[in-house]
């Protein structure tokens, strides 16, 4: 069984960084993709950037330059990170982590991931 668990975030002011932590177990194929997103209120939930197990990265246009995904494979766990930078108030949301088994190019839609966390929050204040 596949479990996802997100670790990291808070409350932090505007220009700050907070750094995110996504730990999947239970993965049992090679080809796998990793991926985080975000919903604020009354927003859809949105890709805001996404690893696959090639290496392969994907970010949302509003988080170029800002936000850094990385993962690593150690404990027998994958475990993906985001370092975010330079926030912003509009990056305030609760932001899942999900993981899915997919080779190829990386997918970048929530309907593309099959296993989720629970959510945290990351509040940016102005």
């Known amino acids: 069984e596949v479990h996802v668990a997100e670790f990291g975030g808070g409350l932090v002011q505007a220009g700050g960084s907070l750094r995110l932590s996504c730990v999947v177990s239970?993965?049992?194929?090679?080809?796998?993709?990793i991926g985080w997103f975000r919903q604020a209120p009354e927003k859809e939930r949105e890709g805001v950037s996404c690893i696959n197990s090639n290496g392969g990265t994907y970010y949302a246009d509003s988080v170029k330059g800002r936000f850094t995904i990385s993962s690593d494979n150690a404990n027998h766990k994958n475990t993906a990170y985001l370092e975010m930078s330079s926030l912003k108030p509009e990056d305030t949301a609760v932001y899942y982590c999900a993981a899915t088994y997919r080779g190829g190019a990386v997918p970048t839609t929530r309907y593309e991931y099959d296993y989720w966390g629970q959510g945290t929050q990351v509040t940016v204040s102005s």
């Open positions: 239970g993965l049992t194929f090679d080809d796998y993709a």
